[in-house]
Nanobody, 120 residues
Framework: QVQLVESGGGLVQAGGSLRLSCAASVSIFSINTMNWYRQAPGKQRELVASITSGGFTNYADSVKGRFTISRDNANNRAYLQMNSLKPEDTGVYYC??????????????WGKGTLVTVSS
């Protein structure tokens, strides 16, 4: 099972930027989707952005135009560039990796999360 470690969270003022990083313990070349989720206090975890092995991306409506997801297969990392941050972006951000056949054996791995706090 792949281990995922997030980094890059912190406290930032509204309008600021952060770049989250997700480091995988194994090659992500065969990972079908690398995803970023977030969970705000008192709310359910929600999908923020995803990127396929072919580079196709998808974003939650609330972050379109502000966040950019990317992946670096050579270095087994995924990133989430977050610009124009808003207080409602506050939450714990989780990296997720999913793989399904025929790319490989089934996998649904999660990191422990990194906290992002946006002050108004």
């Amino acid at each position: 099972q792949v281990q995922l470690v997030e980094s890059g969270g912190g406290l930032v003022q509204a309008g600021g930027s952060l770049r989250l990083s997700c480091a995988a313990s194994v090659s992500i070349f065969s990972i079908n989707t690398m995803n970023w989720y977030r969970q705000a206090p008192g709310k359910q975890r929600e999908l923020v952005a995803s990127i396929t092995s072919g580079g196709f991306t998808n974003y939650a409506d609330s972050v379109k135009g502000r966040f950019t997801i990317s992946r670096d297969n050579a270095n087994n990392r995924a990133y989430l560039q977050m610009n124009s941050l808003k207080p409602e972006d506050t939450g714990v951000y989780y990296c997720n990796a999913r793989r399904w056949p025929p790319a490989g054996s089934g996998m649904d791995a999660w990191g422990k999360g990194t906290l992002v706090t946006v002050s108004s």
